[in-house]
């Protein structure tokens, strides 16, 4: 009897451990397809303590990445945040979570390539103004540096050369009006 009731205590204990596990599994898949994940990996972490198998490793690290790809974006690391989607991307293994997470970091690659294109045509677009304002075409550079000032920037890039492109429009301004006074 006494073994009895040993098996039926270890039977419910692990009956329970699994449930908590499963639990876990699902609250964490559950907050992966509502991209919250940093909760997400705060399950999987709880379920890892309850069993802790490859697949809530590899949850984890999926989404540990996921989250330093979106965080490189916010801040206009683009590189970083394709080096990180790409890692995602390449991933061989399929699982619940990366079959969640591959689109949205494929999304963070293309948004990231958009942001790079958009630094680059401001850059392009900063350098010409800078070019007419140094053959004193003052009108064409005040022109292009006009329609830079009206960005909506996406990047910690693009808003530095959206600032530079405001201060050498000011410059063209007080050199434009130096010309116009007669070279005062």
């Known amino acids: 009897m006494r073994k009895l009731a040993s098996f039926m ?98 999304e963070v690659i293309v948004n990231a390539q958009k942001l790079e294109v958009q630094v680059q045509e401001l850059s392009g677009k900063l350098e010409k103004a800078r070019a007419y304002a140094d053959a004193e075409q003052y009108a064409e550079a005040e022109q292009i540096l006009q329609e830079l000032s009206s960005v909506t920037v996406l990047s910690q890039e693009a808003q530095d050369i959206v600032r530079e492109s405001m201060e050498l429009w000011q410059h063209v301004e007080r050199e434009r009006r130096k010309q116009e006074s007669g070279g005062a």
Do not use: W
């Not at 540990?64 to 989607?85: F, H, P, R, W």
């Open 9 to 106: 205590c270890m039977l419910f204990l692990l009956t329970a451990c699994s449930s908590a596990y499963e639990n876990h599994i699902k609250a964490g898949v559950k907050a992966v397809k509502e991209e919250r994940y940093e909760e997400a990996v705060a399950s999987f972490k709880q379920a890892a303590q309850e069993k802790n198998d490859k697949n809530v490793q590899s949850y984890v690290k999926t989404l540990q990445a996921m989250k330093s790809s979106i965080d490189a974006l916010d801040e206009g690391d683009t590189k970083k945040a394709i080096l990180y989607a790409q890692q995602i991307v390449n991933e061989t293994e399929t699982n619940k979570v990366t079959e969640i997470i591959k689109p949205r970091a494929r």
